[in-house]
């Protein structure tokens, strides 16, 4: 009973897997601020080059 008990503390002090989750949930909101950025750019971006083909 006392090496359950013991192993189940050390398992709530261990803080390896929720520092994996940490960085795995910035890494994920990082890429959507990029896949967001880029989008919209390429958006702007489009729009410039079809006014450029219109005047042209």
């Not at 090496?3 to 390896?16: G, L, M, P, Q, S």
């Amino acid at each position: 009973m006392k090496n359950i008990i013991a192993t189940a503390a050390r398992f709530v002090r261990d803080e390896d897997g929720v520092t994996a989750i940490e960085y795995g949930l910035l890494a994920g909101l990082i890429a959507l601020l990029i896949i967001g950025g880029v989008t919209l750019l390429g958006q702007h971006l489009q729009t410039i080059f079809n006014n450029l083909a219109d005047s042209v």
